[in-house]
């Protein structure tokens, strides 16, 4: 089945201790980005990559950091999370930045 | 600034009533344009996208949207909504440097 997949699904954590949230799809897709969906704002992009190697900054990327080693996987990495960093973070993919995003199910992240 | 937004934060209709979901952008440039659509509980999913050719785009479920240049608008249109149609939607933008953008969500709230 194809489909994005996201771990943790929900995570409580403390503030300043790194976490990482993995995203892995298995649609050999190209395009991966992260977002942040916080109540009355959307979805605001944090980074995207439009392949192996290559990412670059959304709207929000402070305090946040990724890579992109392998095609399929695109985690997200806080260093030193904040409580401001409290939020439901989304992965997605698609065959380029042009085309449709296909989401995983979203991670419910809180910073104490 | 790169910006999309939604005319309306929550919208509550009754069964079979018109619905018309506004969707304004500020970029200057080629976009790509989408709507996406959350049901409580699930992923986000596309409803229609637009990338060239006929400004009236056709999707999912009934619904269709019309891209205005000339007022950088993407509305989002649907005749007779159902009960089904209760979720949150959101307009997005991929700019020509692979950004996307996401408006802040209309949530829309269906009564049989």
């Known amino acids: 089945e194809a489909q994005v997949t996201q771990n943790p699904r929900y995570l409580i954590t403390v503030t300043g201790k790194k976490l990482t949230v993995t995203c892995s799809q298995n649609m050999n897709h190209e395009y991966m980005s992260w977002y942040r969906q916080d109540p009355g704002l959307g979805l605001r992009q944090i980074y995207y990559s439009m392949n192996v190697e290559v990412t670059d900054k959304g709207d929000v990327p402070e305090g946040y950091k990724v890579s992109r080693k392998e095609k399929r996987n695109f985690p997200l990495i806080l260093e030193s999370p904040s409580p401001n960093q409290t939020s439901l973070y989304f992965c997605?993919?698609?065959?380029?930045?042009?085309?449709?995003?296909?989401f995983g199910p979203g991670t419910r992240l809180t910073v104490l | 600034a790169q910006s999309v937004s939604q005319h309306n934060h929550h919208v509550i209709l009754s069964e079979a009533a018109s619905l018309e979901l506004g969707c304004n952008y500020s970029y200057g440039g080629t976009v790509n344009l989408f709507w996406y659509v959350q049901y409580p509980g699930q992923h986000l999913q596309l409803l229609l996208k637009?990338?060239?050719?006929?400004?009236l785009v056709k999707g999912i479920k009934g619904f269709e949207a019309e891209f205005i240049k000339s007022k950088f608008s993407f509305n989002l249109r649907k005749p007779s909504v159902q009960w089904s149609d209760t979720a949150e939607y959101f307009c997005?933008?991929?700019?020509?440097?692979?950004?996307?953008?996401f408006g802040p969500g209309t949530s829309l709230s269906v009564i049989p």
């Open positions: 997005a933008v991929k700019t020509s440097y692979d950004k996307v953008i």
């Open positions: 997605a993919s698609s065959s380029s930045g042009t085309d449709t995003q296909y």
């Open positions: 637009y990338f060239s050719g006929d400004p």
